[in-house]
C-alpha cells in the first residue's frame, strides 16, 4: 500500500491536520468541512507536536503486518490545543507509564511495506523527560 | 411514510463454529434454504446479502448473485450490503424499506461470515478494515487497542471495577450453554475472566467475542403474505441507523454511542414504544466494554451504569431485561457480517415461543442493537408479536 | 584545502537513542564472560533507523539555526535505509524542503565530516545560503564478532551557512587525506562488515589520521597547542588517546569528546557527535581541531574556531549530550537481537 502511504506522507511526518477558517476549530485526522460549525473553509494545518496521554494499553496481539513489533504500546493523547490522536507511545516500558505523563512526538519507522517492501514512516510519542 | 407493516416470515441459520467444511456460498445457502423451507408458499423476489470481507477471507465478492444461483432464485435481484460489523442488520434494515415501499413482496435477508480460513493476525487485519486505512490501522492499532483504551476511561471515569465489567461475558455464557447453535457452551466465572490471557490491558480473552463461521437468514414480507404462513407473526415495527463520527478518538465524549443513541431513539419513535416497554435485549457485546456503552446508549442503564447494572443481573434470564437470550457475540458467537441476523433471528425465536430451553416468560416486545466499528455505525431493529 | 574565511556553523543537533546493550552481554553471549573496550552501545530501537535518527538531528539543527530554507541537505551513513533511494529526500520532506541538492554520502565513518566538507564548498561558492550535513549510523556488529561490541548507532547534523553574529563556530581551515586501504568494508550482497582486525589500527586509523592532522599543521601553520580541544575518531577508546598523544595533543584536550567508553562508535556520527559534545564545553576564541576516520580509507581533519554565537545556544534550552547520556534502557542480549531483526527482516 505504498502509494496510499505516500499520498498521506505530510499528515505522517509533520502532523498535518485541518484548521477552520471560521471558528478557529483544529482536527486531526484532517476533515473536508469543519464539524463543528460547518464551514467549508478548512484548510491544512499542523498540529503540536506535544500533549498528554488519556488512555494507553499494550497490545499484545497485533494484525498480521505487527507481528514482528509486538508488543506494541498503544495510546490516546490529547495534544496541546485539545485535539486528540492516536499513535504508538515507545522507549518506555508500560510501569513507566501513567495517564496524564507528557508526551512529545518523534520521527520513526511504522513498518515496512508487505508487498512492496518499502519503509513506511510517521509519528510515534515519547515521554517527555526532565 | 408507508403504513405497510412489515413481517418476519420464517428465519433459518447455522451453528457458530469452525465450519472447515463449508465454504461462504455454502453457509449461505444452508441458512437461506432453511429460512425458505420453514414458509415454502413465499418466493423471495429479492435477495440482500450482510457481510464484512468476504474479499479478504474467500477472495468472494458478488454474494447476492452467487446466493440466487445457490438457491436456485436465479433471476431475483440481488446484492450485498456491507457495514462492518452492522452487516447483519443494515441488510435487514434495507430489506425492510424494500418490502415497506412495496418495492419487494419478500426479501431473503442473509448475514454471513467466513472467518476461520485466515489465520488469526491476518482475521485481524481484515476486522481492522472497520477502522480507517491511514490513520488507525496504519499505525496498527486494531480493534481490541481500541476498545482496551475506550475501557481505560470508562473504568477511570465511572469507578468501574474490573469484575463488575467481567458480568458482561459471564451473562452471555450462561445463556449460551443451552443455545444449540451457540460456539461456546462453556459456563464462565468472573474469576474465569480475570485469570484469561491479555490481549490488550486492561481486555482479556474472555472479554472479546470470539472469531468463527457462520450465517443466518431472515425472510421478510409484508402483511399480505404473512397470514398465509403464520397467525402470530412477528412484526419488524422499526429499524432506524445512524452514523458517529469515524474513529472513537476522534469524538468530543468518547464514551458516548450517539449512533445507538439517535438510532434507538429513532426506532423506539417509529415503533412507538419506551425503554420499559422492551421485554428482551440483544445488545452488541463484541467486548465487555461495548455491552456496557451499548445499555446506556440505549437508555437501559444510567451512565456510568451499565456494568454496574450487569453485575445485580439486571440482564440476566431472571433479571428485569433479559439479554443475550442465547449467549450474545461472546456466547454465540460473532461471524461479524452475520451476527445482525443471528440476534434477529433469536428474537423472532423467543418472541414467537420457539426458543426451546432459552423461552423467557412472554416476550411481545424484542430489541436489537448491531454496530459497526465502535459506535460508527449503529442499527436498533424492534420486533413486536401481533396479538 | 584553500578555505574561504566566512564559513560558519550556524546550529547544530546531536541524537542518541536511549537504548544501551552493556558489552558484558555480548560477552555473556559469545565468551561466557567479559566485556569490551566500551561498557556499553548506544543501540537503536526497533523502530528506528539513519533516516529517523538523521531527522532528529537535523530538526534540533534547524531549530538551532533558525532557517527556513536549506539549499542542500547531505546524508553521510553506510546503513541506508534503502541502498538504492535518496535518505536525503526522506529529511527534506519531514522539513519541509524541496528546493534542495539532497545527496547520500559513503565513506564508513567519515561521511559525516565530509558531508560538511562538500556543503563548505556549496556556501562559499555562493550557490547556496545555508546547508545541512548529518552523520548517522545504526551500525550493526556480525554477530560474535570483535566489533559487536563496539558497534553502535546516534547521529549529527550541522548547518553550514556564511558566517553571522548568529553563528557559533568558523571552519577555518580543512584538509583530506585519503588512499586505497581497505581495512574494513561491506560488498553489496552482504549483511555485515568485515574487517581486517589488526591491520585496522597503523596502516589505516593511525597512518590516516596523523597525516591528514600534520597536513593540517601544514597547510595552516598551526600546530597542537594552539588548540583548546581536539576531537579524534573513536573506533574503540584506546585509539583517540593513542594517536591524541602521538600528535602532540593532552589528555585534557581531548576529554570533553570523549564518548565512546559509554555509547560505543557510531560510525559516521562519530566525530560530529563529539564535535558537539565539545562545543558544549566551550567559550569563544576557543580553537577546535577535529579529525575524522573513515575506513576505505581517509580522514578529514578541521580547525575549528569558537565564535561569540556560542553564548546564544548555553542559555538555551537545547538538549545537551549530557543529558542523552543519561536515563538509559538497559536491554538484554535476546532484546537487542529483536531489534536489530527488525531492522532487517520483513515482517513475515
Given at each position: 500500500?505504498?502509494?496510499?502511504?505516500?499520498?498521506?506522507?505530510?499528515?505522517?511526518?509533520?502532523?498535518?491536520?485541518?484548521?477552520c477558517?471560521?471558528?478557529?476549530?483544529e482536527?486531526?485526522?484532517?476533515?473536508?468541512?469543519?464539524?463543528?460549525?460547518?464551514?467549508?473553509?478548512?484548510?491544512d494545518?499542523?498540529?503540536?507536536?506535544?500533549?498528554?496521554?488519556?488512555?494507553?494499553?499494550?497490545?499484545?496481539?497485533?494484525?498480521?503486518s505487527?507481528?514482528?513489533?509486538?508488543?506494541?504500546i498503544?495510546?490516546?493523547?490529547?495534544?496541546?490545543?485539545?485535539?486528540?490522536?492516536?499513535s504508538?507511545?515507545?522507549d518506555?516500558?508500560?510501569?513507566?507509564?501513567?495517564?496524564?505523563?507528557?508526551v512529545?512526538?518523534?520521527?520513526?519507522?511504522?513498518?515496512?511495506?508487505?508487498?512492496?517492501?518499502?519503509?513506511?514512516?510517521?509519528?510515534k510519542?515519547?515521554?517527555?523527560?526532565? | 411514510?408507508?403504513?405497510?407493516?412489515?413481517?418476519?416470515?420464517s428465519v433459518?441459520?447455522?451453528?457458530?463454529s469452525?465450519?472447515?467444511?463449508?465454504?461462504?456460498?455454502?453457509?449461505?445457502?444452508?441458512?437461506g434454504?432453511?429460512?425458505?423451507?420453514?414458509?415454502?408458499?413465499?418466493?423471495?423476489?429479492?435477495?440482500?446479502?450482510?457481510?464484512?470481507?468476504?474479499?479478504?477471507?474467500?477472495?468472494q465478492?458478488?454474494?447476492?448473485?452467487?446466493?440466487?444461483?445457490?438457491?436456485?432464485?436465479?433471476?431475483?435481484?440481488?446484492?450485498?450490503?456491507e457495514?462492518?460489523?452492522?452487516?447483519?442488520?443494515?441488510?435487514?434494515?434495507?430489506?425492510?424499506?424494500?418490502?415497506?415501499?412495496?418495492q419487494?413482496e419478500?426479501?431473503?435477508?442473509?448475514?454471513?461470515?467466513?472467518?476461520k480460513?485466515l489465520?488469526?493476525?491476518?482475521?485481524?487485519?481484515?476486522?481492522?478494515v472497520?477502522?480507517?486505512?491511514?490513520y488507525?490501522?496504519?499505525?496498527g492499532?486494531?480493534?481490541?487497542?481500541?476498545?482496551a483504551?475506550?475501557?481505560?476511561?470508562?473504568?477511570?471515569e465511572?469507578?468501574?471495577?474490573?469484575?463488575?465489567?467481567?458480568?458482561?461475558?459471564?451473562?452471555?455464557?450462561t445463556n449460551?450453554?443451552?443455545s444449540?447453535?451457540?460456539?461456546?457452551?462453556k459456563?464462565?466465572?468472573?474469576?474465569?475472566?480475570?485469570?484469561?490471557?491479555?490481549?490488550?490491558?486492561?481486555?482479556?480473552l474472555?472479554?472479546?467475542?470470539?472469531?468463527?463461521?457462520?450465517?443466518?437468514?431472515?425472510?421478510?414480507?409484508?402483511?399480505?403474505?404473512?397470514?398465509d404462513?403464520?397467525?402470530?407473526?412477528?412484526?419488524?415495527?422499526?429499524?432506524?441507523?445512524s452514523t458517529?463520527?469515524?474513529?472513537?478518538?476522534?469524538?468530543?465524549?468518547?464514551?458516548e454511542?450517539?449512533a445507538?443513541?439517535?438510532?434507538?431513539?429513532?426506532?423506539?419513535e417509529?415503533?412507538?414504544?419506551?425503554?420499559?416497554?422492551?421485554?428482551?435485549?440483544e445488545?452488541?457485546?463484541?467486548?465487555?466494554?461495548?455491552?456496557?456503552?451499548?445499555?446506556?446508549?440505549?437508555?437501559?442503564?444510567?451512565?456510568?451504569?451499565?456494568?454496574k447494572?450487569?453485575?445485580?443481573?439486571?440482564?440476566?434470564?431472571?433479571?428485569?431485561?433479559?439479554?443475550?437470550?442465547f449467549?450474545?457475540?461472546k456466547?454465540?458467537?460473532?461471524?461479524?457480517?452475520?451476527?445482525?441476523?443471528?440476534?434477529?433471528?433469536?428474537?423472532?425465536?423467543?418472541?414467537?415461543?420457539?426458543?426451546?430451553?432459552?423461552?423467557?416468560?412472554?416476550?411481545?416486545?424484542?430489541?436489537?442493537?448491531?454496530?459497526?466499528?465502535?459506535?460508527?455505525?449503529?442499527?436498533?431493529?424492534?420486533?413486536?408479536?401481533?396479538? | 584545502?584553500?578555505?574561504?574565511?566566512?564559513?560558519?556553523i550556524?546550529?547544530?543537533?546531536?541524537?542518541?537513542?536511549?537504548?544501551?546493550?552493556?558489552?558484558?552481554?555480548?560477552?555473556?553471549?559469545?565468551?561466557?564472560?567479559?566485556?569490551?573496550?566500551?561498557?556499553?552501545?548506544?543501540?537503536?530501537?526497533?523502530?528506528?533507523?539513519?533516516?529517523?535518527m538523521a531527522?532528529?538531528?537535523?530538526?534540533?539543527?534547524?531549530?538551532?539555526?533558525e532557517?527556513?530554507d536549506?539549499?542542500?541537505?547531505?546524508?553521510?551513513?553506510?546503513?541506508?535505509?534503502?541502498?538504492?533511494?535518496?535518505?536525503?529526500t526522506?529529511?527534506?520532506?519531514?522539513?519541509?524542503?524541496?528546493?534542495?541538492?539532497?545527496?547520500?554520502?559513503?565513506?564508513?565513518?567519515?561521511?559525516?565530516t565530509?558531508?560538511?566538507?562538500?556543503?563548505m564548498?556549496?556556501?562559499?561558492?555562493g550557490?547556496?545560503?545555508?546547508?545541512?550535513?548529518?552523520?548517522?549510523?545504526?551500525?550493526?556488529?556480525?554477530?560474535?564478532?570483535?566489533?559487536?561490541?563496539?558497534?553502535?548507532?546516534?547521529?549529527?547534523?550541522?548547518?553550514?551557512?556564511?558566517?553571522?553574529?548568529?553563528?557559533?563556530?568558523?571552519?577555518?581551515?580543512?584538509?583530506?587525506?585519503i588512499?586505497?586501504?581497505?581495512d574494513?568494508?561491506?560488498?553489496?550482497?552482504?549483511?555485515?562488515p568485515?574487517?581486517?582486525?589488526?591491520?585496522?589500527?597503523?596502516?589505516?586509523?593511525?597512518?590516516?589520521?596523523q597525516?591528514?592532522?600534520?597536513n593540517?599543521?601544514e597547510?595552516?601553520e598551526?600546530?597542537?597547542?594552539?588548540?583548546?580541544?581536539?576531537?579524534?575518531?573513536?573506533?574503540?577508546?584506546?585509539?583517540?588517546?593513542?594517536?591524541?598523544?602521538?600528535?602532540?595533543?593532552?589528555?585534557?584536550?581531548?576529554?570533553?569528546?570523549?564518548?565512546?567508553?559509554?555509547?560505543?562508535?557510531?560510525?559516521a556520527?562519530?566525530?560530529l557527535?563529539?564535535?558537539?559534545?565539545v562545543?558544549?564545553?566551550?567559550?569563544p576564541?576557543?580553537r577546535?581541531m577535529?579529525?575524522?576516520?573513515?575506513?576505505?580509507?581517509?580522514?578529514?581533519?578541521?580547525?575549528?574556531?569558537?565564535?561569540?554565537?556560542?553564548?546564544?545556544?548555553?542559555?538555551?534550552?537545547?538538549p545537551?549530550?549530557?543529558?542523552?547520556?543519561?536515563?538509559?534502557?538497559?536491554?538484554?542480549?535476546?532484546?537487542?537481537?529483536?531489534?536489530?531483526n527488525?531492522?532487517n527482516?520483513?515482517?513475515?
Amino acid at each position: 500500500m505504498s502509494i496510499s502511504y505516500w499520498r498521506r506522507r505530510n499528515n505522517y511526518y509533520k502532523l498535518l491536520g485541518s484548521k477552520c477558517r471560521s471558528c478557529g476549530e483544529e482536527f486531526y485526522p484532517p476533515l473536508y468541512n469543519c464539524r463543528k460549525c460547518r464551514s467549508s473553509e478548512i484548510y491544512d494545518y499542523s498540529m503540536p507536536k506535544e500533549g498528554k496521554i488519556i488512555s494507553f494499553t499494550v497490545l499484545r496481539e497485533p494484525m498480521s503486518s505487527f507481528k514482528n513489533q509486538q508488543p506494541m504500546i498503544l495510546g490516546i493523547i490529547k495534544l496541546k490545543n485539545g485535539v486528540k490522536i492516536l499513535s504508538q507511545i515507545v522507549d518506555e516500558s508500560e510501569n513507566n507509564l501513567q495517564t496524564g505523563d507528557s508526551v512529545k512526538l518523534v520521527f520513526r519507522k511504522i513498518n515496512v511495506d508487505e508487498c512492496s517492501d518499502q519503509v513506511h514512516y510517521g509519528y510515534k510519542f515519547v515521554k517527555i523527560r526532565v | 411514510m408507508s403504513t405497510n407493516r412489515i413481517y418476519i416470515a420464517s428465519v433459518g441459520y447455522v451453528e457458530v463454529s469452525d465450519h472447515w467444511g463449508k465454504s461462504i456460498g455454502d453457509l449461505m445457502v444452508e441458512a437461506g434454504l432453511q429460512a425458505m423451507r420453514a414458509a415454502p408458499s413465499i418466493r423471495p423476489d429479492g435477495i440482500i446479502i450482510g457481510n464484512m470481507f468476504s474479499a479478504l477471507s474467500s477472495s468472494q465478492e458478488h454474494l447476492g448473485a452467487l446466493a440466487a444461483t445457490g438457491l436456485d432464485l436465479v433471476g431475483v435481484p440481488a446484492f450485498k450490503v456491507e457495514a462492518a460489523c452492522a452487516s447483519g442488520a443494515m441488510a435487514a434494515n434495507v430489506g425492510y424499506s424494500q418490502v415497506k415501499t412495496g418495492q419487494s413482496e419478500a426479501v431473503l435477508v442473509i448475514g454471513v461470515e467466513k472467518m476461520k480460513d485466515l489465520e488469526q493476525p491476518d482475521i485481524t487485519s481484515a476486522l481492522s478494515v472497520a477502522e480507517s486505512a491511514e490513520y488507525t490501522q496504519y499505525i496498527g492499532a486494531s480493534f481490541v487497542a481500541l476498545n482496551a483504551l475506550l475501557t481505560q476511561i470508562y473504568l477511570e471515569e465511572y469507578n468501574v471495577t474490573r469484575d463488575e465489567l467481567s458480568a458482561f461475558p459471564v451473562l452471555s455464557h450462561t445463556n449460551a450453554l443451552t443455545s444449540k447453535h451457540a460456539q461456546f457452551r462453556k459456563h464462565i466465572t468472573v474469576d474465569d475472566v480475570s485469570k484469561s490471557a491479555l490481549i490488550s490491558d486492561p481486555l482479556r480473552l474472555l472479554d472479546c467475542a470470539p472469531v468463527g463461521d457462520g450465517a443466518a437468514a431472515l425472510l421478510l414480507t409484508n402483511e399480505s403474505r404473512i397470514n398465509d404462513v403464520s397467525s402470530y407473526p412477528v412484526e419488524v415495527a422499526a429499524s432506524s441507523a445512524s452514523t458517529n463520527v469515524f474513529s472513537v478518538y476522534e469524538r468530543d465524549d468518547m464514551l458516548e454511542f450517539n449512533a445507538t443513541k439517535q438510532a434507538t431513539k429513532k426506532a423506539f419513535e417509529e415503533a412507538k414504544i419506551d425503554v420499559q416497554d422492551v421485554d428482551t435485549l440483544e445488545f452488541h457485546d463484541a467486548f465487555s466494554i461495548t455491552g456496557a456503552l451499548s445499555v446506556e446508549a440505549m437508555g437501559f442503564s444510567k451512565p456510568g451504569e451499565g456494568a454496574k447494572d450487569a453485575a445485580i443481573g439486571k440482564f440476566s434470564s431472571k433479571g428485569e431485561i433479559p439479554s443475550q437470550t442465547f449467549g450474545g457475540l461472546k456466547g454465540r458467537g460473532h461471524p461479524v457480517g452475520a451476527t445482525g441476523i443471528y440476534q434477529i433471528a433469536e428474537l423472532w425465536q423467543q418472541l414467537s415461543g420457539k426458543a426451546g430451553d432459552n423461552q423467557i416468560q412472554d416476550p411481545e416486545i424484542g430489541v436489537a442493537q448491531n454496530m459497526g466499528g465502535i459506535d460508527t455505525t449503529s442499527v436498533i431493529t424492534v420486533l413486536k408479536r401481533r396479538e | 584545502m584553500q578555505i574561504p574565511q566566512d564559513i560558519a556553523i550556524l546550529g547544530y543537533g546531536a541524537y542518541i537513542p536511549r537504548y544501551r546493550l552493556p558489552t558484558t552481554e555480548v560477552g555473556r553471549v559469545w565468551k561466557g564472560a567479559g566485556k569490551g573496550p566500551n561498557v556499553e552501545k548506544a543501540l537503536a530501537g526497533l523502530d528506528e533507523d539513519s533516516a529517523t535518527m538523521a531527522v532528529e538531528s537535523a530538526q534540533k539543527a534547524v531549530e538551532m539555526a533558525e532557517v527556513d530554507d536549506l539549499g542542500a541537505i547531505f546524508v553521510g551513513t553506510e546503513t541506508k535505509p534503502y541502498v538504492v533511494k535518496s535518505t536525503g529526500t526522506i529529511v527534506a520532506q519531514v522539513l519541509g524542503q524541496s528546493k534542495t541538492l539532497a545527496a547520500d554520502l559513503e565513506f564508513a565513518c567519515k561521511a559525516g565530516t565530509e558531508a560538511i566538507q562538500m556543503i563548505m564548498g556549496l556556501v562559499g561558492s555562493g550557490m547556496i545560503k545555508n546547508g545541512l550535513a548529518i552523520g548517522a549510523d545504526t551500525a550493526q556488529g556480525r554477530p560474535g564478532d570483535e566489533l559487536e561490541y563496539t558497534a553502535a548507532s546516534a547521529s549529527a547534523a550541522y548547518i553550514i551557512s556564511k558566517k553571522t553574529v548568529k553563528s557559533i563556530a568558523q571552519i577555518e581551515g580543512s584538509t583530506s587525506y585519503i588512499s586505497d586501504t581497505t581495512d574494513f568494508w561491506r560488498r553489496q550482497h552482504e549483511k555485515y562488515p568485515r574487517h581486517l582486525s589488526r591491520f585496522t589500527g597503523e596502516p589505516a586509523y593511525f597512518h590516516h589520521t596523523q597525516q591528514a592532522v600534520q597536513n593540517l599543521f601544514e597547510e595552516f601553520e598551526c600546530k597542537a597547542s594552539d588548540f583548546e580541544y581536539a576531537v579524534f575518531h573513536q573506533p574503540n577508546p584506546r585509539f583517540p588517546v593513542e594517536v591524541a598523544h602521538r600528535l602532540g595533543f593532552n589528555i585534557d584536550q581531548i576529554r570533553p569528546g570523549l564518548l565512546s567508553h559509554i555509547i560505543g562508535n557510531p560510525y559516521a556520527a562519530n566525530s560530529l557527535l563529539s564535535l558537539a559534545a565539545v562545543l558544549e564545553e566551550c567559550k569563544p576564541g576557543d580553537r577546535i581541531m577535529m579529525c575524522s576516520y573513515g575506513s576505505g580509507s581517509g580522514s578529514d581533519a578541521m580547525s575549528i574556531k569558537v565564535l561569540d554565537g556560542i553564548e546564544r545556544i548555553k542559555n538555551a534550552t537545547y538538549p545537551r549530550i549530557k543529558d542523552m547520556i543519561k536515563d538509559t534502557i538497559k536491554v538484554d542480549y535476546a532484546t537487542y537481537s529483536k531489534f536489530r531483526n527488525c531492522f532487517n527482516l520483513g515482517n513475515r
